[in-house]
T-cell receptor, first 114, second 113 residues
Framework: AQSVTQLDSQVPVFEEAPVELRCNYS??????LFWYVQYPNQGLQLLLKYLSGSTLVKGINGFEAEFNKSQTSFHLRKPSVHISDTAEYFCAVSDRGGYQKVTFGTGTKLQVIP | DGGITQSPKYLFRKEGQNVTLSCEQN?????MYWYRQDPGQGLRLIYYSQIVNDFQKGDIAEGYSVSREKKESFPLTVTSAQKNPTAFYLC????????????FGPGTRLLVL
């Protein structure tokens, strides 16, 4: 079974500053990793995903994440945030092979301060 | 436009009442999912279905029931056995075998009167 840990429940950051949202996972097998974004009172939208290949993954809205197998991490980064990035961000993991359910983290609320 | 619709946006339940949440998709996806979202707990899987007339329990299925009579529809019933139903409910769909990329509906917020 896999699990995901998002240690930061809230991250305040000033507009145009860089941000990193942390995600660590555990699994006994190879995994797929994802980041989803949720704007208030809306569903989730896929931001980016790591399936295989390059460990640096670029997503929508200028976000990117780096898969680090040795540290079992998949941190999300953006070099310069905008007010419109204020949302909740969920890291998720799925074991490879066959049907494997997706396990979501508890979420990190990004608050961009003008 | 393809997508997932959920209705209603807000739903109120009285004690002892069953309520049904609607989820419809026109993405031609075989797999559909129901999640429950509570503050600080992320998303928890209630039920999922990979094909019509078949569905599986997720992590927190107690007090819930589903049906999958049509590919496009996956309604969720919150029964009176669910003692703490207040939450935000999200429906999602995906291509079978590609469950890592799920498309989510806008959600239904269920409140108990």
């Amino acid at each position: 079974a896999q699990s995901v840990t998002q240690l930061d429940s809230q991250v305040p950051v000033f507009e145009e500053a860089p941000v990193e949202l942390r995600c660590n996972y555990s699994s006994s097998v190879s995994v797929y990793l994802f980041w989803y974004v949720q704007y208030p009172n809306q569903g989730l939208q896929l931001l980016l995903k790591y399936l295989s290949g390059s460990t640096l993954v670029k997503g929508i809205n200028g976000f990117e994440a780096e898969f680090n197998k040795s540290q079992t991490s998949f941190h999300l980064r953006k070099p310069s945030v905008h007010i419109s990035d204020t949302a909740e961000y969920f890291c998720a993991v799925s074991d490879r092979g066959g049907y494997q359910k997706v396990t979501f983290g508890t979420g990190t609320k990004l608050q961009v301060i003008p | 436009d393809g997508g997932i619709t959920q209705s209603p946006k807000y739903l109120f339940r009285k004690e002892g009442q069953n309520v049904t949440l609607s989820c419809e998709q026109n993405l031609n996806h075989d797999a559909m999912y129901w999640y429950r979202q509570d503050p600080g707990q992320g998303l928890r899987l209630i039920y999922y279905s990979q094909i019509v007339n078949d569905f599986q329990k997720g992590d927190i299925a107690e007090g819930y029931s589903v049906s999958r009579e049509k590919k496009e529809s996956f309604p969720l019933t919150v029964t009176s056995a669910q003692k703490n139903p207040t939450a935000f409910y999200l429906c999602a769909s995906s291509i079978v075998g590609y469950q890592e990329t799920q498309y989510f509906g806008p959600g239904t917020r269920l409140l108990v009167l």
